[in-house]
């Protein structure tokens, strides 16, 4: 076992997330704790508690739950997301991943 599997845990994020699409991030404080915002050349996505949903978003998905796992990882570990992905799916359940 790594040391990364020995001194790391992981935590759930209370209250209940949204995944949206919005025109733009005006309605949203991203200052706010467990706000993501992400673009492409063709949307902007917004992950955020489901009471900070803006009103200018186009489409949503309401129900998400989150968590997070407690360490300082190093860019060059590879493999933690699909270990952690196998082991969701195996049971049914997706996934909507975001790091900082």
Same mark, same amino acid.
């Given at each position: 076992? !790594?040391?990364?599997? =020995?001194? =790391?845990?992981?935590?759930?994020? @209370?209250? !209940?997330?949204?995944? /949206? $699409?919005?025109?733009?991030?005006?309605?949203? *404080? +991203? *200052?706010?704790? #467990?706000? #993501?915002?992400?673009?492409?050349?063709?949307? $902007?996505?917004?992950? /955020?508690?489901?009471? @900070?949903?803006?009103? =200018?978003?186009?489409?949503?998905? *309401?129900?998400?739950?989150?968590?997070? +796992? /407690?360490?300082?990882?190093? #860019?060059? @570990?590879?493999? +933690?997301?699909?270990?952690?992905? $196998?082991? @969701?799916?195996? !049971?049914?359940?997706?996934? #909507?991943?975001?790091?900082?």
């Amino acid at each position: 076992m !790594s040391d990364y599997e =020995n001194t =790391n845990t992981i935590e759930a994020i @209370l209250g !209940s997330f949204s995944v /949206c $699409k919005v025109t733009d991030y005006s309605g949203i *404080d +991203i *200052d706010q704790p #467990f706000v #993501f915002t992400g673009r492409t050349d063709q949307e $902007k996505s917004l992950v /955020c508690p489901t009471g @900070l949903v803006p009103e =200018n978003t186009t489409s949503r998905e *309401d129900g998400w739950r989150g968590f997070r +796992i /407690c360490a300082q990882m190093d #860019f060059s @570990l590879i493999g +933690i997301l699909a270990k952690i992905s $196998k082991i @969701l799916a195996e !049971s049914g359940v997706g996934i #909507f991943a975001v790091s900082t």
